[in-house]
């Protein structure tokens, strides 16, 4: 099932997509996509009711992050061999693991808005997990079954802020608009298997990224086992699990983000994103 939340920044309401593509309401039926909602046995149930007893929402309403309440959200650096390479850096024993802040949470289609004091904005198509139940101490063989969904996000990152400015990556992470998450939730069911996904970016129309979730050094299962050895892990929580190659930065020379560059990006199965990229504006903020 894709679930999602549509309506105005701030006021998003819970919604799932029919087969047909139209948004149905679910409002009647959960107050919104969050918490104890996102254990996998009661999305199933939301996924069982009967499309046409929801009220459809007429047009195509803007699209929000597809859940509420992500009290986290964490990046893995250089978890895919290609990325690891265009940037010169060594294998890792362990993931390199970052967060972001929450404010940078943004809708799928939202504009990205280049921060004060930034030159070097990016893009990075990843894989999101979003985590469906508490999670500590995670053995790896059960770790997908504390997965809620997955969906896409754009890890958009300012070089400048992420490498000279004193660590850690954090800072470069962290920006209003640079966590565009969605446009859904897709439960597990849909996705049989995380590490077998097409990835893909375009700027201006032009392909940049183009891999395989198989191409991942530390896979799903993997991430959520071990991030849970450190943190305990709660449900809406999101891991964004590492770019491929194609980023601004490994380019030769680096290009980066100007107002006015158009980002598309997908993930196979969880849908597609869209984002105008703008200059910083006083007041603009998420
Ligand atoms: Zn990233």
Redesign the pocket.
């Known amino acids: 099932m894709r679930f999602l939340r549509y309506g105005p920044k701030g006021q998003e309401r819970p919604g799932m997509l029919d087969v047909a593509g139209h948004v149905r309401d679910l409002s009647d039926h959960v107050r919104d996509l969050a918490g104890e909602v996102l254990a996998p046995e009661r999305l199933a149930q939301l996924a069982a009711l009967d499309p046409n007893t929801l009220p459809q929402v007429d047009g195509s309403p803007r699209l929000g992050p597809p859940v509420d309440g992500i009290g986290k959200i964490l990046?893995?650096?250089l978890n895919y061999r290609s990325h690891a390479e265009e940037t010169g850096a060594e294998p890792r024993a362990e993931p390199l693991i970052f967060s972001k802040a929450i404010t940078a949470l943004n809708g799928p289609s939202d504009a990205v808005m280049i921060p004060r004091g930034a030159a070097q904005a990016d893009w990075?198509v990843?894989l999101a997990v979003v985590i469906g139940r508490v999670s500590r101490y995670v053995e790896e063989d059960r770790a997908l079954d504390h997965v809620a969904g997955y969906c896409v996000i754009n890890?958009v990152?300012e070089r400048s802020f992420q490498r000279e400015r004193g660590g850690q990556f954090v800072k470069g992470?962290s920006a209003d608009t640079f966590a565009p998450l969605g446009p859904w939730l897709v439960t597990p069911d849909e996705v049989p298997d995380p590490q077998n996904l097409a990835l893909w970016l375009n700027l201006n129309g032009r392909r940049r990224q183009s891999a395989s979730t198989a191409d991942m050094i530390f896979p799903v299962a993997f991430l959520i086992a071990h991030i849970s050895q450190f943190m305990t892990l709660m449900p809406g929580d999101v891991i964004?699990t590492?770019?491929p190659a194609g980023v601004g930065l490994g380019c030769k020379p680096p290009e980066f983000l100007k107002p006015g560059d158009v980002m598309e990006l997908g993930v196979e199965g969880l849908g597609q994103q869209r984002q105008e990229v703008i200059a910083y504006r006083e007041g603009a903020s998420a």
């Open positions: 990046g893995v650096g990075e990843e890890d990152s992470k964004a590492g770019t």
